[in-house]
């Protein structure tokens, strides 16, 4: 996938600071906000597991800190053979800083293995209107 390379680059530094001692499961998100910057966050869990945090949620709060508020592109990252994919939680995020040409990739060690668009991530989404 040479178009997002840069995000998959970007994701796979983030999953490796990931501090995830409880699943051993590292996580890494790259978004490329409408601005062109690139924004990152990786898992940070907790021993009180709830507390816990995607690195989904990572990378939203980096880009909202760093100005910007709107996702061209996403990408999701573990290094893994299964194919991740974001939590319910980490959708309903992912939608308040989307729009319909938003573009979502799940990726694991392979590479990307899918691109969805937001709609079909959180179908019947909860939107203000
Ligand atoms: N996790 C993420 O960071 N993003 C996802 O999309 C799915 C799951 C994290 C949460 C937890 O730290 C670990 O992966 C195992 O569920």
């Not at 906000?33 to 869990?45: F, L, M, P, R, W």
């Not at 709060?61 to 990252?77: F, Q, R, T, W």
């Not at 989307?98 to 939107?127: A, H, M, W």
């Given at each position: 996938m040479e178009e997002v390379s840069d995000l998959v680059n970007a994701a796979i530094k983030a999953a490796n600071n990931?501090?995830?001692?409880?699943?051993k499961f590292k996580v890494g998100c790259a978004i490329r906000a409408s601005s062109g910057k690139i924004y990152t966050g990786c898992n940070v869990e907790n021993v009180?597991?709830?507390v816990g945090t995607c690195a989904e949620a990572g990378a939203i709060a980096a880009m909202v800190n760093g100005g910007d508020n709107k996702i061209d592109e996403i990408l999701v990252y573990a290094d893994s053979g299964i194919l991740i994919s974001p939590c319910g939680a980490c959708r309903q995020r992912i939608v308040e800083f989307s729009d319909k040409n938003t573009r979502v990739y799940l990726s694991n060690k392979d590479g990307v293995q899918k691109i969805i668009e937001v709609e079909d991530l959180l179908p019947y989404c909860f939107r203000e209107f």
């Amino acid at each position: 996938m040479e178009e997002v390379s840069d995000l998959v680059n970007a994701a796979i530094k983030a999953a490796n600071n990931a501090y995830a001692p409880y699943s051993k499961f590292k996580v890494g998100c790259a978004i490329r906000a409408s601005s062109g910057k690139i924004y990152t966050g990786c898992n940070v869990e907790n021993v009180s597991y709830p507390v816990g945090t995607c690195a989904e949620a990572g990378a939203i709060a980096a880009m909202v800190n760093g100005g910007d508020n709107k996702i061209d592109e996403i990408l999701v990252y573990a290094d893994s053979g299964i194919l991740i994919s974001p939590c319910g939680a980490c959708r309903q995020r992912i939608v308040e800083f989307s729009d319909k040409n938003t573009r979502v990739y799940l990726s694991n060690k392979d590479g990307v293995q899918k691109i969805i668009e937001v709609e079909d991530l959180l179908p019947y989404c909860f939107r203000e209107f």
